[in-house]
């Protein structure tokens, strides 16, 4: 199956069930800052389009709540996304990483943490040149 896309509200829901692990709708709503909190039924609605994008999954019900479990796991999100941002790009890292590097959101620590993670995938032989 193919990483389902998400709009920036099914990203913040499928955080909730990463992090909390089985929710309800109700549980979800309430992890969301009181002052920007969309209501209940906006919630409702978009995890019914999560699951139809097999997303989300029922897990159980509890009297008249269904619980949900996140069906896509948070690294096979990540992976669908930075595929579909690499495809902005034309599929090449360079112009990507100077637009990281120019808008200020790519740190010294964040180069030293990828030159750590290519050392290792070096040792390991699998890094591309």
């Known amino acids: 199956m193919a990483n389902p896309k998400?709009?920036?509200?099914?990203?913040?829901i499928m955080e909730a069930m990463w992090t909390a692990g089985q929710c309800s709708v109700r549980e979800i709503q309430e992890t969301?800052?009181?002052?920007?909190?969309?209501?209940?039924?906006?919630?409702?609605?978009?995890?019914?389009?999560l699951e139809r994008k097999k997303a989300v999954r029922r897990a159980?019900?509890?009297?008249?709540?269904?619980?949900?479990?996140?069906?896509v796991s948070r690294g096979a999100a990540q992976e669908g996304s930075v595929d579909e941002l690499l495809r902005v790009f034309g599929f090449r890292?360079?112009?990507?990483?100077?637009?990281?590097?120019?808008?200020?959101?790519?740190?010294?620590?964040?180069?030293?943490?990828?030159?750590?993670?290519?050392?290792?995938?070096?040792?390991?032989?699998?890094?591309?040149d």
């Open 6 to 12: 998400f709009t920036p509200l099914e990203l913040q």
């Open 32 to 49: 969301f800052p009181e002052a920007t909190r969309p209501a209940y039924t906006t919630i409702q609605t978009t995890v019914y389009r």
């Open 60 to 71: 159980k019900r509890i009297s008249n709540a269904d619980i949900f479990e996140a069906a």
């Open 93 to 128: 890292m360079q112009p990507l990483m100077a637009h990281l590097i120019e808008s200020g959101k790519l740190k010294m620590k964040d180069v030293k943490e990828a030159e750590e993670a290519l050392r290792k995938l070096a040792k390991k032989g699998k890094a591309n």
